[in-house]
């Protein structure tokens, strides 16, 4: 991960966070260790929770504690009430800056009135992002990562539209070529998604509610239907909405014998289980993360990871060099809010365009990679010149 080492060598020499109390809830892997151990370089006190109990790996989380000095509440496979613990464990700990992937810790600080006075949170999925939308007074800011440039192309057009079929194709060993993949959602992450399916060679079909994503989708090639029609057709369906109940019982006693059920939202209500297991018969574990629900008539579907996150339940989640650049950018949000000292206003809003800039600019560094600067007579013909941007020789 050699854009978030640059920063973690810079922060430990500048110590930008000195004495800055922080709180994460993130997946805890090995990225994200890459990523607290930043934090820690850059002086700030560092607390982490699982935001997933099934992508936690405990060697990492003893790792953090045993050898960089981080506090770590979370162990794999912990049920909903040590997972309300151990948030509960770090509201106690009265972070000024959180990191979250679902809102969860910021959506608990702000219940009990624990926001106010933070310098600040981020959060990095679409799901988190509408929670905290709706969210009525969020008492202090809250920087939208899932927005920013760099997010929306790395992680969720390339992570999640390779991750998410590496969990699916580790599950099932499946042939995609030939098959007709369904999928659910087409914004960033359900365009990667469409992408990588239709390069294995698989017929795939779009299902949306937004017109111009479904316009976009269908001329970008896609085949573009309700989901109730396309349920008769799919042999894989993934749901990548940020909804709930995407696929209900309507679409289950459609769907084909052998259909394959994988969700890539963040949260584990896209599809909806108690509706399947209401129409089913029987079920039973057919492989290790596939729970097959017969639903008599000699129709059975097959459901991946229980309906968690498929790249993360099933797979080891984005590539570090994914991660990489998310996570950079997370470490320079931190950084900006810390130096923020409090003066920003309250409430969901951008990243910065310079934040942004800023990883893309490292990460192409890493690759080896130079591009052009503009002339100082391009810069007055655009109107963007600045006395100290680069010019170029």
């Not at 997946?27 to 700030?44: D, K, S």
């Not at 979250?100 to 006075?117: E, F, K, M, P, Q």
């Not at 950079?328 to 206003?345: D, F, H, I, T």
Request: charged residues 25%; glycine residues 10%; aromatic residues 4%.
């Amino acid at each position: 991960m050699p854009v978030l080492r640059s920063i973690r060598e810079r922060f430990a020499v500048e110590r930008p966070l000195d004495g800055v109390r922080v709180a994460a809830c993130l997946h805890v892997t090995g990225e994200t260790a890459n990523l607290v151990r930043t934090l820690i370089a850059g002086g700030a006190e560092t607390a982490l929770c699982a935001a997933n109990p099934l992508s936690t790996r405990d060697d990492v989380a003893a790792a953090l504690v045993e050898r960089h000095g981080a506090v770590v509440q979370a162990r794999r496979g912990e049920g909903p009430d040590a997972y309300a613990d151990h948030i509960g464990a770090l509201v106690k700990s009265r972070p000024q800056i959180t990191l979250d992937d679902g809102a969860d810790l910021i959506s608990t600080l702000h219940a009990v009135g624990a926001d106010a006075g933070m310098l600040g949170s981020m959060e990095e999925t679409t799901t988190g992002l509408v929670r905290l939308r709706s969210l009525d007074g969020l008492a202090c800011p809250v920087l939208a990562v899932n927005d920013a440039r760099t997010e929306r192309t790395i992680n969720d057009r390339f992570g999640t539209g390779q991750s998410a079929f590496d969990g699916i194709l580790r599950a099932t060993n499946l042939l995609l070529s030939g098959r007709t993949v369904v999928v659910l959602g087409y914004g960033w992450t359900g365009k990667g998604i469409a992408l990588r399916a239709r390069g294995a060679g698989a017929e795939v079909i779009v299902c949306e509610v937004d017109p111009l994503r479904a316009l976009e989708a269908r001329m970008e090639g896609f085949g573009v239907m309700p989901a109730l029609i396309a349920a008769e057709r799919g042999d894989v369906f993934i749901t990548v909405t940020g909804g709930r109940d995407v696929l209900r019982a309507e679409h289950f006693e459609r769907m084909k014998d052998g259909a394959v059920l994988a969700n890539a939202g963040h949260f584990d209500v896209e599809i909806d289980l108690a509706g399947l297991r209401a129409l089913a018969v029987e079920v039973r574990d057919v492989l290790p993360l596939v729970e097959q629900y017969d639903l008599g008539g000699d129709r059975r579907l097959n459901l991946l990871a229980r309906g968690r996150v498929v790249n993360l339940a099933a797979a080891e989640g984005h590539p570090a060099e994914v991660m990489d650049v998310s996570f950079a950018l997370q470490a320079l949000c931190v950084e900006y809010l810390a130096r923020s000292e409090g003066k920003l206003p309250p409430g969901v809003q951008p990243v910065p365009d310079a934040i942004d800039d800023e990883v893309a600019r490292l990460k192409l560094a890493s690759l080896g990679v130079h591009i052009d600067v503009l002339s100082d007579e391009q810069r007055a013909y655009l109107g963007i010149w600045a006395p100290d941007a680069p010019v170029e020789g």
